[in-house]
């Protein structure tokens, strides 16, 4: 996927496979983004603002894939990159996928 002035190439949704969406979410990490997206939709949060307890290359490999997955839109503006969870779309294309994760992952943070 290349950048181009500043915008990330993205995936039509209707291109993505639940094998995809679901290898991605396999991760513990890429789960707990996600997660915390689902929190506040409509908000879009820089990269940094995760606190994931891994080095920055591999954060980098984390946001490619939950953006190769069509999870998230990421943007950049400057040296700052921003994620945005593509709530609708992954609910119009995957009914109730988003519910059961953020409910399951929920539970097993307890």
Same mark, same amino acid.
């Given at each position: 996927?290349?950048? #181009?002035? *500043?915008?990330? &190439?993205? @995936? ?8 995809? #969406? /679901? ?6 990490? %890429? ?6 997206? &689902? &929190?506040? @939709? ?8 995760? *606190? /994931? ?13 939950? %953006?190769? &997955?069509? /999870?998230?839109?990421? %943007?950049?503006?400057? *040296? ?14 995957? @009914?109730?996928? /988003?519910?059961? #994760? #953020? ?8």
């Amino acid at each position: 996927m290349s950048r #181009v002035s *500043n915008e990330f &190439a993205h @995936p039509d949704l209707g291109d993505v496979e639940l094998d995809a #969406v /679901l290898a991605a979410l396999a991760d513990p990490h %890429r789960r707990r983004v996600v997660v915390e997206l &689902a &929190a506040e @939709p409509e908000r879009e949060r820089t990269c940094a603002s995760f *606190n /994931l307890p891994v080095a920055r290359s591999t954060r980098t490999h984390h946001w490619r894939v939950l %953006r190769e &997955a069509g /999870l998230v839109h990421q %943007r950049a503006a400057g *040296n700052t990159s921003y994620l945005l969870l593509r709530r609708t779309e992954i609910d119009d294309r995957f @009914p109730g996928l /988003l519910d059961t #994760v #953020v409910s399951l992952t929920g539970a097993t943070a307890r």
